[in-house]
């Protein structure tokens, strides 16, 4: 059970540090939409760049904090039933939630996002909404990178569940 602990704190770790340095993503953006509110609003001369680069640091933020979501139980559950259950009973819900709901979802977003990645990569994708255009690879990677550490927490937490059901205790 060591190794064990060990191999799930590891990636609580990275899921925690990945969260925050995500965190500070946010700050370019809303560096690029107040630019962009003077640029429109006070000077009359909007950018041609602000709405791609804001919604692909949006996007980065989101699929990089996503780990660090699910590892401080920040997503969204309904919890009528689930907080009148012992422990055991919710670790039994939660593990059959990641093994019939999550990890199909994940394992086929990491798939595609890998697919859409090297696809963009090697048509050399640009963006088509402003003319600055962008190259899309970059922001597109980012898909498969947040969704793959989303996988390692889902395991992580998927293994605490699985130990708490047999063996009734934490780790």
Request: hydrophobic fraction near 55%.
């Amino acid at each position: 059970m060591n190794l064990l602990s060990k191999i799930l704190k590891k990636i609580d770790s990275t899921s925690y540090y990945l969260g925050w340095a995500a965190s500070f993503i946010a700050f370019p953006m809303i560096l690029a939409l107040i630019y962009e509110v003077f640029a429109r609003y006070v000077f009359h001369r909007p950018t041609i760049w602000s709405y791609e680069i804001t919604y692909m640091i949006y996007g980065t933020h989101y699929l990089l904090g996503a780990a660090f979501t699910l590892y401080v139980k920040g997503h969204i559950r309904i919890d009528l039933f689930y907080n009148k259950m012992s422990k055991r009973g919710r670790a039994l819900i939660d593990a059959a939630g990641y093994l019939f709901i999550f990890f199909p979802v994940v394992i086929i977003l990491v798939v595609s996002g890998v697919d859409f990645a090297l696809y963009a990569y090697r048509i050399n994708e640009v963006s088509q909404f402003t003319p600055w255009q962008p190259l899309l690879w970059p922001f597109k990677s980012f898909i498969c990178i947040g969704f793959f550490f989303l996988l390692l927490q889902g395991i992580a937490e998927f293994v605490r569940s699985v130990v708490l059901v047999v063996k009734g205790v934490e780790i």
